[in-house]
């Protein structure tokens, strides 16, 4: 049950499925389960710098140091098992680390990366390889702080359970790379592959990745998000979760998500631009009956989605809203959380694909929509409150098949005979007025299918 499953689609009609293994078939969730249900509090004291006084049982702080075939543990609250600082070089081959011990102050083990198996800080760098970080209690695995710390996990098996137990984690500019990562957390807020304010950059290739919790999605955007070639699920949580102006790049990668969306992208105070999320020969499966493949909320944003999938039960593609998620990480918040929200502006250019579903906007917000590339559409586009817009644009290799009355705004098609819009007996309205659709000369258009484009 707690596997990641991978299907084929054969041709014909067989369908096979390849069961793909995970750190949860080793050490079963249910034997933390005290730990992952733990509600994180951040209720607690901030501090505004990196305190220099982390507290860890192994310190590597001078020049560089290679350690193999090894064993490091610890079982102690806001303890550290290895803490690299002060601008050394660590490199741990064949290492297996074991942690036990709890965060008293999750804004430190956020910001700071207290409690972290691995924490290393300040200009440092290590190489972490053919290891096992198992941890417990709530703990991230490997932590990376501060501008010029980079830090290598390849080929290593990461485990825990209980809350803000990311996998690899980066924050204050620091960067993380993962090569045949297999991940799994149980906790609540513990993203397989995580930034965190301001800023951290996280790359991961070939790897397999789960998480269970509230609030843990695969990829936790802040700063970069890059990954190559990833399965992962995440239970209870979205494919990326990004707030603000960030940057996500999946390419060839397989993820399935439970709850919210397939990703779920939001500004969590004012409404920022700039944010983008690429999918490139890439497959999101949105699980839940009312989760949209996409979901957007208080932010402007460029999407490009080039010979990928979304796969939802909900028949919703995208989500524009004026919304964005929590620290509850469970709902879609309104105007009572936040009242800086604003509608999201959602600008998507699909190239290569073949798409079926909708597009909702609500409340004033805004998707644009292009197909180019012998993409298809199948779907239709309407308010799921008050009013909203859309601007739909095709090239003349790409197709529309509408499945129920839509409006838009600009309405292009390179194919001025609109040819490739297939009506299904519906009507397509468009504002004559729009600037890019003033070339219809606000006449109506019969579409093949017995319905047409009518101007408003
Ligand atoms: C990192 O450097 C900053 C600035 O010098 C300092 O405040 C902080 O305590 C250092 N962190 C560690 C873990 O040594
Ligand atoms: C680092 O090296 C200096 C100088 O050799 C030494 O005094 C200090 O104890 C070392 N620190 C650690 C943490 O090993
Ligand atoms: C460690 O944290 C746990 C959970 O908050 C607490 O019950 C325990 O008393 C703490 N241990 C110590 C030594 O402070
Ligand atoms: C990693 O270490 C944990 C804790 O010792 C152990 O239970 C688990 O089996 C190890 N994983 C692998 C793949 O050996
Ligand atoms: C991160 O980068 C910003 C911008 O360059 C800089 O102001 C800040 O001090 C850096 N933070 C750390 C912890 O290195
Ligand atoms: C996102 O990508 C753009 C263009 O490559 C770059 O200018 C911007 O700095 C990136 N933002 C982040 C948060 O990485
Ligand atoms: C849209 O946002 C409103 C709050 O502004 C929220 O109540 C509603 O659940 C959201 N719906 C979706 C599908 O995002
Ligand atoms: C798109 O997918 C649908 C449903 O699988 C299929 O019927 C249709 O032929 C596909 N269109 C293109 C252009 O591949
Ligand atoms: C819709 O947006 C307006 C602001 O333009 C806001 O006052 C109102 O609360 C929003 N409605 C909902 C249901 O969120
Ligand atoms: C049509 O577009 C014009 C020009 O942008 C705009 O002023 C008008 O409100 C739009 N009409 C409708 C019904 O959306
Ligand atoms: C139509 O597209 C133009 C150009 O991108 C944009 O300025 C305008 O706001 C869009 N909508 C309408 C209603 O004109
Ligand atoms: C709109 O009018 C122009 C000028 O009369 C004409 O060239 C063009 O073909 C017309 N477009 C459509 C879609 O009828």
Known sequence: MSSLVAFLALPAVALASLTVADPSDVISPSDWAADNAIVPDYNTPFISVQPSDILAAY????????????????????????????????????????????????????????NAAINVANASTAQISNSNITVHNGAANVYSYGTDTVVHVDNSWLYSSGPVSHGLYASGNGTIIGRNIQHYSGGHRSSSFSGDSPKGDVFVYDSVAHSSGIGSATYYALGTIYAENVLSQSDNGPVVFMDGDQNATLINCDATAGLLGGVAIFSSSVRMSGATLTLKNSKITALG????????????????????????????????????????????ASYADNSALQPAEVFVTVKSSNLTGDLVAYNSSYISWSLQDYSAWTGKAYAGFGDASFDVALDRHSTWTLTDTTTVQNLTDTDSTLSNIYSNGHTLYYNASAVLSQWLNGSTVALSGGGSAVPL
Do not use: C, R
């Open 289 to 332: 009956s009312t989760m949209p493949g996409l979901w957007f909320g208080n932010t402007i944003i460029d999407v490009t989605l080039d010979s990928s999938e979304l796969i939802t039960s909900s028949g919703v593609l995208v989500v524009a809203n004026y919304s964005q998620i929590t620290q509850d990480f469970d709902y879609y």
């Open 59 to 114: 310190y590597f702080e001078n020049g560089t140091t290679t350690v193999g075939h090894n064993s490091f543990s610890v079982d102690a609250n806001d303890t550290s098992v290895i803490l690299v600082a002060d601008g050394a070089d660590l490199s741990l081959k064949y290492v297996d680390i074991v942690k036990y011990g709890y965060s008293s102050n999750l804004l430190q083990a956020s910001f700071y990366g207290f």
